[in-house]
């Protein structure tokens, strides 16, 4: 392993790496945009020079390697006035709308300008103009007047999504990022291109516009939208959560995530949960709170025989929940009868080759595991053919109903028993159809509680509070522990209520995108 | 919908073997496009040279867009292009392009009237040594007098 000595520290690093890579390693401020280390080195921003010993020329960090004794700085004078001038030619036809731009805030040009700019610019001559908000379809838009032309989004549909569309046409001041003829960006990648977007060229139409990043907080969390587990951050504030990102982790996603898995924000926040839990009684739904219908719920299920009960369990809850749910129904409800539910059994086993994958639950491992430990499980289609002989069901239902299409068929066949207990963090129009003895308990997702999820490949990643949406909803184990009439210790009560959403009606008014 | 002949077909993949990388061979396939497809190349031949070609279409449009020899409008029968870099302009290029853009009414980068000549602005064609010059099609004019190259164009309108 060289050594070599950065800004008068001593560092080793592996063969073969760049001197960036090192600076990254002793985590040294370098300036950069177009370096990515996911991607390919293109070395085209030129901002990240360093001053190596005995070389009369400024060298580019990301794409010089590393070399026994090297002697590296980026902090002399000589660097200085290289990046300030490298910074003055990248602005030259930046527009600098920052106040009005969507990137504001998590800006690297921003940044920079800040840290290393902060003058008059020199430059007497108009700025080109081009091209501002090109609709790249369904979750892009595009401003080319911003690009810097690092050519990240480039690369990243070479190298990753290997999808192609996005070049750069054009020469000189003239050129332009975009897509052959605006053809749509409809990769299940996309919005990659937007995270490493470095200024505001490329920005997400579902989240431009809906808040200053400046008001988000961020914690990293678990994806739920399938069994990969993609490694997440949840940018969230008082009134909900507003997007997802990609976290790195190199076993599991390394630094990117799918398009629909920054979908799964949406049902998580208030408008999409069941705010308050309801159980049927003599034919009217009676709205209370979530841990009085547990308690309802647990009292009348001791009444049936073990049995006479059946547990469907989906693999959207933690390991810990899982367990406690089964444990509840194998040693206290004395059921053996716990079958899984599958989101999709056709295309259960698909994977696109990168990250998407058909199971889309984040544990769906886990659960196997937890069953096998109780060494019950079965599949729906045997619960269906045996339904008659079930007089209650407890229903573990998903967090994620967008990927449950068979939601509604569920509730139809299931409501001809005499109790249904169904645990839901999300609402659901169908769930009017059930029929007396039926209780409905909220539920936390999966960004409101603390637990672990175990992934295709076996690895258990552990996800913990993120905020709280609804203070009321229960997880698994409280609610499990509630059926068994134990008081529970609800110091989440005096958690703050959330805000609803508001919307940003400003945002609606500005045209179409 | 624009097709290549069967020699052109041919043509392209004989390129495409040519190189290292098939990205080498775009921009004699796109000469080849232009030249088959009246002097330009349309959005839809870039299409069908990617599917001939088996390359991304993103790819071939980069190229495209920045070799200036490829016109991205429809040029007239005679493609009139003046050198109007240093050399030239000492000798009188600029005035030498106004002369003609005003004897045959268009202006630069725009068909004439009759729809026969397009005039257009160009940087170094390396003939410095007889400037003024200019190229028609793929022919060198050299040592022009305003005079001369409006003969020269009025000529080759008129099939000479």
């Not at chain 1, 004078?77 to 602005?91: S, Y």
Request: charged letters at 25%.
């Amino acid at each position: 392993m060289p050594k070599l000595t950065l800004n008068g520290k001593e560092i080793e690093v592996p063969a073969g790496s760049t001197i960036i890579e090192a600076y990254k390693q002793l985590d040294e401020p370098i300036a950069h945009y177009c370096w990515h280390p996911g991607l390919s080195i293109a070395g085209v921003c030129r901002l990240c020079v360093v001053e190596i010993e005995g070389n009369p020329r400024l060298q580019i960090a990301c794409n010089t390697q590393i070399q026994e004794g090297m002697v590296v700085n980026n902090n002399s004078e000589k660097v200085k006035t290289a990046v300030k001038w490298g910074l003055d030619f990248h602005l030259i036809n930046h527009p600098l709308d920052c106040p009005i731009c969507d990137q504001a805030g998590e800006c690297e040009l921003q940044n920079q300008y800040m840290e290393f700019g902060k003058y008059d610019p020199e430059m007497a001559e108009p700025k080109v103009k081009k091209r501002k908000v090109v609709d790249l379809g369904e979750r892009v838009v595009l401003d080319t007047e911003r690009c810097i032309l690092c050519s990240r989004c480039v690369r990243f549909t070479n190298e990753v999504s290997k999808t192609n569309e996005l070049g750069i046409f054009n020469r000189g001041d003239r050129s332009e990022v975009g897509t052959f003829e605006d053809k749509p960006l409809n990769n299940k990648y996309s919005v990659n291109t937007v995270d490493i977007c470095p200024v505001g060229a490329l920005t997400s139409k579902d989240f431009r516009f809906k808040q200053r990043v400046w008001y988000l907080k961020n914690k990293p969390s678990i994806c739920t939208g399938c069994s990969t587990g993609c490694n997440v951050n949840v940018y969230y504030n008082e009134e909900g959560v507003f997007r997802v990102k990609p976290h790195y982790n190199k076993e599991v996603n390394g630094y990117w995530m799918c398009d629909e898995g920054r979908d799964i924000y949406k049902h998580i926040n208030r408008k999409s949960r069941m705010l308050r839990g309801r159980y049927k009684q003599n034919g009217v739904w009676c709205t209370t709170q979530a841990l009085e219908v547990a308690k309802k719920a647990g009292q009348k299920l001791s009444s049936f025989k073990g049995e006479e009960i059946a547990v469907l369990v989906t693999g959207q809850y933690t390991n810990e929940e899982l367990n406690s749910l089964v444990d509840y129904s194998v040693n206290k409800l004395g059921s053996k009868s716990v079958f899984h539910w599958k989101n999709n059994e056709n295309n259960w086993q698909d994977f696109d080759g990168h990250l998407i994958r058909g199971d889309k639950n984040p544990n769906t491992k886990g659960l196997q595991g937890v069953l096998q430990k109780y060494a019950v499980g079965g599949e729906w289609k045997e619960l269906e053919n045996q339904l008659s002989k079930f007089k209650a069901v407890v229903v573990a239902g998903p967090e994620n109903q967008s990927v449950y299409f068979d939601i509604k068929e569920k509730i139809e066949s299931l409501k001809s028993l005499e109790c249904v207990v169904w645990f839901t963090a999300g609402e659901n129009s169908n769930f009017e159809k059930l029929s007396d003895n039926s209780y409905l308990i909220p539920q936390k997702t999966s960004v409101e509680k603390n637990g672990h999820f175990t992934n295709h490949q076996g690895l258990t990643q552990k996800v913990e509070e993120v905020t709280t949406i609804l203070p009321e909803a229960l997880n698994l184990e409280e609610t499990v522990s509630l059926m068994l009439g134990n008081s529970l210790d609800l110091s989440i009560r005096d958690k703050q209520e959330m805000g609803v959403l508001k919307t940003n009606y400003f945002s609606q008014e500005r045209g179409s995108l | 919908m624009f097709k290549l002949s069967d020699e052109g077909v041919a043509y392209v993949k004989k390129e495409l073997e040519r190189y290292e990388t098939k990205r080498s061979a775009i921009i004699p396939c796109l000469y080849r496009v232009q030249s088959e497809n009246g002097g330009w190349v349309s959005p839809e031949s870039i299409n069908y040279l990617s599917e001939l070609m088996d390359l991304p279409v993103a790819w071939i449009n980069e190229v495209f867009h920045f070799y200036t020899m490829f016109n991205k409008e429809p040029v007239g029968k005679l493609h009139v292009q003046v050198c109007n870099n240093i050399t030239c302009c000492m000798l009188g290029a600029r005035e030498l392009t106004e002369h003609i853009s005003k004897t045959f009414e268009m202006g630069i980068d725009e068909l004439s009237k009759d729809g026969k000549i397009t005039l257009s602005k160009v940087e170094c064609l390396g003939s410095c040594d007889t400037a003024p010059m200019m190229q028609i099609n793929d022919s060198y004019h050299e040592n022009l007098t305003p005079e001369s190259a409006v003969k020269i164009i009025k000529d080759m309108v008129h099939g000479n």
